[in-house]
């Protein structure tokens, strides 16, 4: 039963997640001149399409661009982020971002404000300090922990 409570839990975490990035692309649409988004649908359309580009397609797409990352010194990843922003809004009806700039700052936007919601609701705080636990028990060598060598 335990097992269960703790999927639950996940499963809410996603659904706030989803919730907040839609929000916060609708509070993007308002304020930035580049971003259009129509509804509150449209925002949770492109909120998702966003999370599964990200879980799916961006490891691959960040290991084929490492060598112009590194060129970059970093900064190689605010274009291509901006150019995920661009391939959701290009697929997704009601998302439109007119450039680059714009699905830039779209990006910046939802770090920032995912970061602070996160970290105000401490959504990811029994994931943290679970991992940070196994870590020292592992190190002292007293770890009993599931799936623990």
């Known amino acids: 039963m335990r097992r269960f409570a703790g999927r639950r839990a996940v499963f809410w975490r996603v659904i706030a997640i989803w919730m907040i990035t839609a929000a916060t692309l609708v509070l ?9 988004v129509r509804s509150f649908e449209a925002a949770l359309v492109a909120a998702a399409l966003i999370g599964l580009f990200n879980a799916l397609v961006w490891p691959l ?13 970093g900064i190689g990843v605010l274009f291509l982020n901006g150019a995920v922003i661009l391939g959701v809004a290009a697929i997704s009806r009601g998302f439109m971002v007119s450039e680059l700039l714009s699905g830039i700052i779209v990006v910046a936007g939802l770090t920032l404000i995912n970061t602070l919601v996160t ?3 401490g959504v990811d705080d029994d ?8 870590r020292q028990a592992r190190r002292s060598g007293g770890c009993r922990c599931a799936g623990s060598p």
């Open 28 to 36: 993007l649409g308002a304020l930035l001149p580049g971003v259009e």
């Open 127 to 134: 994931f943290y300090f679970r991992n940070v636990i196994k």
């Open 119 to 121: 970290s105000l609701l």
């Open 61 to 73: 797409l960040v290991r084929l661009a490492l060598p112009f990352t590194v060129l970059t010194l």
